[in-house]
């Protein structure tokens, strides 16, 4: 009978000891799995920083443009429409499109006088400026501020005179290739925004959508 006991005895050892390798090996996995959600959680955060970041600098940058080079309408620059051969600069009034026509494309960083701005994905940050507001324009800002005809907008709200966006990663789809000047528009935004040129979206990220949008009103150009 002692024999037994002991033979018993060990066997429930064995299991408990099989139980708490167990339980422990589940707990290790759950503290994996929560590790791992908090690192992707602390990049995205930091993805979104930057790219907040980036767009205020690009603000920044587009309303000083306005200000000091834009004479008595405060006009912003055309996007960079262009080639390899004038990267990063502003297109023309012609190549811009007609004189009220709202346009989107690049920053133009280096009509702005600054270095190329990039989001937390190392995507370059778009633009859209309103028909009304762009150079070449044949309306006066004083005379719109506030009522312009076909103004930007964001989810069918406001009345912008310019809308600067970071793309984010690229989401299914998407197939990127900064060799291209201009890159693709569709490569880089979605969900209509990528089609534009005068309602933009902007909502929850999701799996399709990623866009960051920052809007400039007539009232920020003093």
């Known amino acids: 009978m002692s ?16 139980l708490l390798l167990a339980m422990m090996a589940i707990l290790l996995t759950g ?4 590790v ?14 930057r790219a907040a970041t980036a767009l205020a600098m690009a603000k920044k940058s587009l309303i000083a ?3 000091v080079q834009g ?46 701005l990039w989001d937390g994905e190392h995507a370059p940050i778009w633009y859209a400026v309103s028909g009304n507001f762009k150079q070449g324009s044949t309306a006066a800002t004083p005379a719109v501020c506030g009522a312009q005809v076909n103004g930007l907008t964001i989810n069918g709200a406001g009345d912008y005179a310019a ?39 902007f909502k929850q990220a999701t799996s399709s959508f990623n866009d ?10 003093p």
């Not at 024999?3 to 099989?18: I, P, S, T, Y």
């Not at 503290?31 to 929560?34: E, Q």
């Not at 791992?36 to 920083?49: I, N, P, S």
């Open 3 to 18: 024999g037994l006991r002991v033979v018993g005895q060990r066997r429930r050892r064995e299991q408990g000891v099989a």
């Open 31 to 34: 503290f994996s799995l929560a």
């Open 36 to 49: 791992d959600a908090l690192l992707v959680y602390g990049k995205r955060v930091r993805e979104e920083k």
């Open 65 to 67: 443009y306005g200000v």
């Open 71 to 116: 004479g008595a309408a405060k006009a912003l620059p055309c996007p960079f429409l262009g080639s390899v051969n004038d990267y990063g600069q502003a297109a023309t009034a012609t190549a811009c499109g007609g004189s009220d026509t709202a346009v989107i494309g690049l920053l133009p960083w280096t009509t702005l006088q600054r270095p190329p």
């Open 163 to 201: 809308i600067l966006f970071a793309p984010g990663g690229a989401v299914p789809g998407q197939s990127r290739d900064l060799s291209l000047a201009p890159p693709l528009q569709s490569a880089y935004l979605e969900e209509g925004n990528e089609i534009g040129p005068l309602d933009f979206v």
């Open 212 to 221: 960051q949008v920052l809007g400039i009103t007539c009232g920020e150009i």
